[in-house]
């Protein structure tokens, strides 16, 4: 049986063997195709927009 190491003890090669196990892919969804849901404005918009300067709103 193996022992338990901490993971910020593992070497960076046992790092990223474990990382690469842990990812996993898009399966069947096309993240090409995938769509971020469009939020509302903040509230605060309207009243404080020098705090909104630079942010897109659609």
Not at 27 to 39: D, E, I, M
Request: net charge positive; hydrophobic share 25%; aromatic share 8%.
């Amino acid at each position: 049986m193996k022992k338990f190491v901490p993971y910020e003890k593992l070497s960076k090669k046992q790092k990223r063997v474990l990382d690469l196990k842990r990812r996993k892919g898009w399966g069947s969804l096309n993240p090409v195709t995938r769509v971020a849901p469009k939020g509302k404005k903040p509230p605060d918009y309207e009243k404080h927009p020098e705090a909104y300067e630079g942010v897109r709103i659609k």
